[in-house]
């Protein structure tokens, strides 16, 4: 398996015009390649609390919260530039009552326990950002309720893509990511039992269950 290569640049996209853009990028994009995720998530039928890791500006999370009902989100994000956009974002979609947005990282331990307990955690292409995933999935299985559900997704490392860049960024993405091995071997150390983890694609799915 070829090997990781983490990023080199700093983790967080910050100043008004990049969080600008990012923005623009996933509501003229993020139709099309969050659609199957989200689906995905609408579909566990969860209800309550959820917390989603790295929102961005918050386009997704938007989403979310109209599609799925009896929900509140909190949502963790390291960008304070981003947070800023994406409250602004929710603003316009009048969603600024079911959203809450929290900075930090999702490393923090102290942070992530006083946040609650929650019905669903979620996050989309975090996961090979976080720098200790092994600390950070043991605050988020921490975090859940008895009968929660993590729902990770992500790039998954290797195939002919990890040599050929198609996007720089996304190229720079799948050499950070994990494999479903790696995976594997930080939820066996954590002793989770229950989880499901499958690919497609360039993609990586992770379910885990509490009990």
């Excluded at 100043?15 to 659609?35: D, H, I, P, W």
């Excluded at 559900?149 to 996304?170: A, P």
């Excluded at 799948?174 to 066996?188: G, M, Q, W």
Aim: glycine share 8%; charged share 25%.
């Amino acid at each position: 398996m070829p090997k990781r290569i983490p990023h080199v640049y700093s983790e967080a996209i910050t100043g008004v015009k990049e969080t600008t853009n990012y923005l623009a990028m996933q509501k003229k994009l993020g139709r099309f390649y969050l659609k199957g995720f989200i689906k995905r998530l609408i579909g566990f039928n969860k209800k309550g609390l959820f917390l989603e890791i790295g929102p961005g500006p918050a386009y997704q999370t938007s989403e979310i919260a109209k599609q799925a009902e009896g929900i509140k989100i909190k949502a963790l994000e390291y960008s304070e530039d981003m947070i800023s956009i994406a409250k602004k974002y929710c603003k316009t979609q009048n969603l600024q009552t079911k959203i809450e947005f929290v900075h930090g990282s999702v490393e923090d331990e102290k942070l992530v326990s006083g946040l609650g307990k929650f019905d669903l955690i979620y996050s989309t292409f975090s996961l090979h950002h976080w720098l200790d995933p092994e600390k950070a999935i043991s605050n988020l299985y921490s975090a859940l309720k008895d009968d929660g559900l993590i729902y990770l997704y992500d790039f998954k490392r290797g195939g002919l893509f990890y040599y050929i860049s198609i996007k720089k960024g996304i190229w720079e993405s799948i050499r950070a990511s994990y494999t479903p091995d790696e995976i594997k071997s930080i939820l066996d150390r954590l002793n989770i039992k229950n989880y499901k983890i499958s690919t497609d694609f360039l993609y990586m799915q992770v379910i885990i269950n509490k009990n």
